[in-house]
């Protein structure tokens, strides 16, 4: 065997016990990872990344889930079919997993220290002292500041970016020839993102670390990894170079992927969708599992199970009609109507600030500044996208544009006359919840779990059709769902019974029910694969051409502000420090910190010839986001800023006019431009 080679996987076969059924979840995945090198392993959830992966370290959910078939090498040893002893020595110390989700893998019980000194005292022996002496030098690796004192705390203590952070220091403990990232930084910031894949790259350059990185973020995967392989309902279906899969990729699921990529090139259009869902029960299907969905398939595909094309020496693709599909395919974009001027809601001097008690009698001891002196205006049939880190604000300005927080000074006037931050709970705040609507990030936990999904929708019609027959409201129900793009009969399903995408639906769904005139929409595609996605944005692009309706929309993907947005409001610790149409903002953006989030941020772009290539990041953020306990003075983002003068560190910059429609708070610029 290629002393390159780490891992080797040859037809691994998982399935689910289900009754007395075993239902297939993995089917025929062979692949090769190299010394050195990042392999991404993309495809929609449940295509079976994450199984593949967990196969590797014996973590396949038990009972149900086992292995059926394959083999995995490491040095000589079959991982599949050695003694669980064995195993073990090998997890951590040779094979580590930086898991999804920090906080459910993390143990809440025990501090950051117990936790990676457990690593290397299983894996090395140390001592106690040593090994937190190594365990501080891990946390130092992975940047966090302050790491003798990180030892002692706890992980919810953390920020997501820190707790990631700490995911990778425990797998990078055992110093492992083979790194599994399931997903490192889904619905991390981008600043916080590019410095863990910089971090991931850096380690992997000094150790020689080979990476299966498993990802939903195809920016993210052109740009770090050295190929791709691309899984479809439990088996491979194509197999490249990255470069050349996103330049010229060759079976019609990829290209469909890549087309429901939002781009800042195809603002104004509508984004190409994959018709339907994975097929559940694809063990049973005759021929190309991919043949119902395709919009290329013949008779032969749908009665034929393709074998895998060879294209190249390092290309292959389970897709006999190869040489039919080329980038030439990429979607046509047309052109969509553009937002009016009036302004439907405006916020002057909002302030959200939580009182913070200390001691048995709860003293105040201070206020959490989360939103301090915010202005905005949104406007009729606009799509305004409020960005910015994760802490900054952003979801509490739109919980409180809905009263579900109240806000501790300023004002929301909408339509320009009626003011509504001081209303008190109750009837007075019914004409402003009838026009603010809110689609929330995960629509599972704010959707009542026992109420059927028509009358979670019935409830929400009484706020604008409270006099009507109840079996008026039902028909208005069943034409929510055909808008929203559901099936009438769904309104009997429990929202246990949907897909993420649906539950999504079924929140925008919602959302209509009370014909607002503004939807906020916060973090509502952050966690979603690009093909759903893409069905969602197209949707609300359509709802808003019928319907005149506003968003705000709370996001940390720019790929998406790029495309849906009209303005751009950037938010750091409360402030709004840039302001400008979408177009203007990404082309000429102002603020030091608005560059720094536009160059963390990875993006697909069309080249010459009609392929697909990643932007260059050119940087990445330092240092976390100051505490809104305690703010620092003047600029508020000075501490972080590069080009930051001592004016910056005392004086509180002004709003800059930069354009007619574009404006900032930055002093540098204010002296750049005078």
């Known amino acids: 065997m290629d002393k390159d080679i780490r891992i080797s996987i040859e037809g691994l076969g998982v399935s689910f016990q289900q009754g007395k059924r075993l239902i297939p979840a993995v089917e025929g995945i062979s692949l090769t990872l190299r010394k050195g090198e990042t392999l991404a392993l993309l495809g929609e959830s449940g295509s079976g990344k994450s199984m593949t992966a967990l196969s590797l370290l014996g973590l396949l959910p038990r009972p149900a889930g ?18 669980e ?3 073990r020595k090998l997890r951590g110390r040779h094979i580590a997993m930086i898991f999804q989700e920090p906080m459910t893998a993390l143990n809440p019980v025990l ?19 040593a090994a937190n002496q190594r365990a501080a030098a891990l946390l130092k690796e992975v940047e966090i500041p302050e790491p003798e004192k990180r030892l002692e705390a706890y992980p919810h203590e953390l920020s997501g970016g820190l707790r990631q952070r700490v995911m990778i220091a425990m797998a990078l403990a055992g110093e492992p020839d083979v790194l599994l990232a399931d997903e490192p930084t889904t619905a991390l910031d981008v600043t916080v993102q590019a410095q863990i894949m910089a971090l991931l790259a850096n380690l992997q350059a000094r150790h020689g670390t080979a990476i299966l990185l498993i990802t939903h973020n195809l920016a993210l995967a052109a740009q770090v990894a050295q190929r791709c392989a691309v899984m479809y309902a439990g088996e491979l279906v194509e197999e490249a170079p990255t470069e050349e899969l996103f330049r010229a990729p060759r079976h019609p699921y990829t290209q469909l992927l890549l087309q429901a990529l939002p781009r800042t090139d195809a603002r104004g259009g509508e984004l190409k969708t994959i018709a339907g869902m994975v097929p559940r029960d694809w063990g049973n299907l005759p021929g190309c599992r991919f043949a119902s969905r395709c919009p290329y398939a013949t008779e032969k595909c749908h009665a034929e199970r393709p074998d895998w094309q060879q294209i190249s020496p390092d290309h292959g693709c389970r897709c006999p009609r190869t040489e039919q599909f080329t980038a030439q395919n990429l979607a046509v974009f047309e052109t969509a109507p553009r937002a009016t001027s009036a302004v439907i809601l405006k916020t002057e001097s909002l302030r959200v600030w939580f009182p913070v008690r200390q001691g048995l009698l709860h003293r105040k001891i201070g206020d959490l500044k989360a939103v301090d002196g915010v202005d905005l205006e949104i406007h009729a049939g606009e799509t305004l996208a409020l960005v910015g880190e994760s802490g900054c604000g952003k979801s509490t300005v739109g919980k409180a544009l809905i009263r579900l927080l109240k806000p501790t000074d300023g004002e929301i006037l909408l339509e320009g006359k009626t003011p509504f931050a001081s209303v008190q709970e109750g009837k007075g705040l019914n004409p402003l919840r009838r026009n603010v609507q809110m689609i929330f990030q995960d629509p599972f936990s704010s959707l009542d779990p026992r109420l059927m999904v028509g009358e979670s929708l019935d409830e929400a019609l009484v706020l604008k059709h409270a006099d009507e027959s109840r079996e008026t409201r039902q028909k208005r129900v069943e034409a929510l769902l055909k808008q929203v793009g559901l099936a009438p009969e769904d309104r009997l399903r429990y929202p246990h019974q949907f897909s993420g995408g649906q539950r999504q639906r079924i929140g925008l769904a919602r959302a209509l029910a009370a014909e607002p005139r503004l939807i906020v929409c916060d973090e509502c595609t952050s966690a979603l694969d690009v093909s759903v996605q893409a069905q969602i944005l197209n949707l609300l692009k359509v709802i808003q051409r019928e319907t005149g309706v506003a968003y ?4 940390h993907d720019l790929s998406v502000v790029g495309y849906l947005a009209d303005r751009v409001a950037v938010m750091y610790l409360g402030k709004i420090v840039e302001e400008a149409p979408a177009q203007e903002l990404f082309a000429n953006p102002v603020h030091p910190y608005t560059k720094a989030l536009l160059a963390a941020a990875p993006r697909l772009e069309e080249d010459a010839k009609g392929g697909l290539k990643p932007s260059i990041t050119t940087g990445n953020l330092q240092g976390e986001v100051p505490s809104p306990l305690a703010p620092p003075p003047g600029c508020p983002f000075h501490p972080r800023c590069k080009f930051a003068t001592p004016e910056c560190t005392k004086t509180p910059p002004e709003w800059l006019q930069v354009s007619q429609a574009h404006r900032c708070r930055c002093l540098r610029h204010s002296a750049d431009s005078q």
């Open 66 to 83: 086992r292995l059926t078939a394959g083999q995995a090498w490491y040095e000589g040893q079959d991982v599949y079919h050695i003694p």
């Open 85 to 87: 002893e064995e195993l």
């Open 111 to 129: 501090t950051i220290g117990e936790q990676l000194r457990e690593v290397l005292q299983t894996h090395f022996g140390m001592t106690k002292d």
């Open 552 to 555: 705000l929309f709370i996001t």
